[in-house]
């Protein structure tokens, strides 16, 4: 069997889509080339490796085989490339970094702290929400990953570096938005914009309330947190934030923290790999960097207003 890895590396891509036009997105290729990549390979395998039905593809047997070997030889291929990187040192090396939407507003700054000390190092950063990092870090498909919560159920070393309180913000123009105490129950009266599923910022503020019996009136949802900004800056309703995503709108006065009961809700970033996973010397430079002095670089916002007592908190269960 005469098989590149070129063509497995495309069907890997489309089998993990299931779809011709995203694997051609994704690969920086026209959709005939991947047609034409999968055709060669299914005549080298000798079998059909997806079937249509309707409008969707789904794999065959022999595809779930294919597949199963694909992935193996890519995760071999990157271990090859980690350690090729490990015998090269620091002076080059890229380092594939997956974060969550919301750290996206401080890892860049990050990022570039880093670069100035370690110019020969590159990277390719990735920004979806939490079930994309988690499915990035079950497919071993970064170095390191940024996220809220470590996930559950998946064998990972996740090391907290910095707070991530989450508030809820208000246009001025908001009833609740006169700094006056708000009791939790009253926020199932308000419309909220919020994430969409998926999100780690959604997760946290449902797992909350529903600890304490409540829920959130389904209202408007948005899959970023700039939307989200804008909405809620229109006043079409109230949001949950981090405070990372509104340190800008909160110093112009176009947003403001409400003083609900709760909040701010004190949750933390990670830092998360597989765990056992060598890390690359720029994958290692990185974590340390990110552990020792993230915190010189990146200032937390301040939240104006809102400082509950140890007492008054609730323990975030995010
Ligand atoms: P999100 O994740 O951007 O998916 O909301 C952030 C988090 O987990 O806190």
Do not use: C
């Not at 800008?248 to 003083?259: D, S």
């Amino acid at each position: 069997m005469n098989v590149t890895l070129r063509q497995l590396q495309v069907f890997e891509s489309v089998a993990r889509h299931l779809s011709f036009t995203r694997a051609a997105e994704e690969l920086y290729l026209t959709q005939p080339a991947v047609s034409m990549q999968i055709k060669q390979l299914e005549q080298q395998v000798g079998l059909p490796l997806f079937e249509q039905l309707g409008k969707r593809i789904y794999l065959t047997e022999a595809g779930e085989e294919v597949r199963r070997y694909a992935q193996r030889i890519s995760a071999e291929l990157r271990d090859l490339g980690d350690g090729l990187e490990a015998l090269r040192g620091l002076n080059s090396g890229r380092l594939r970094l997956t974060v969550a939407s919301t750290a996206n507003y401080f890892a860049t700054d990050l990022l570039a702290a880093f670069t100035r000390r370690q110019p020969g190092i590159t990277f390719q950063l990735e920004v979806t929400n939490r079930e994309g990092v988690i499915r990035r870090i079950q497919d071993n498909e970064m170095d390191l990953a940024v996220m809220g919560r470590p996930p559950e159920g998946l064998d990972v070393a996740a090391e907290p570096f910095m707070p991530n309180p989450l508030v809820v913000v208000a246009s001025p123009e908001h009833a609740l938005a006169d700094g006056s105490f708000v009791p939790l129950e009253r926020l199932q009266e308000e419309v909220f914009v919020l994430r969409e599923p998926g999100s780690g910022t959604r997760n946290a503020v449902q797992r909350m309330l529903e600890d304490r019996g409540l829920h959130l009136r389904g209202g408007l949802e948005m899959t970023s947190n700039e939307a989200i900004k804008q909405s809620v800056q229109a006043n079409l309703g109230l949001g949950v934030v981090s405070i990372h995503t509104v340190a800008l709108e909160l110093e112009l006065g176009r947003l403001q923290v409400l003083n609900v009961e709760g909040f701010p809700l004190e949750r933390e970033w990670y830092l998360v790999h597989r765990a056992g996973k060598r890390l690359s010397p720029a994958a290692e430079a990185f974590r340390r960097f990110i552990l020792d002095e993230a915190h010189q670089h990146w200032q937390l916002p301040e939240i104006p207003g809102a400082v509950p007592s140890e007492g008054a908190r609730l323990q975030a269960v995010n």
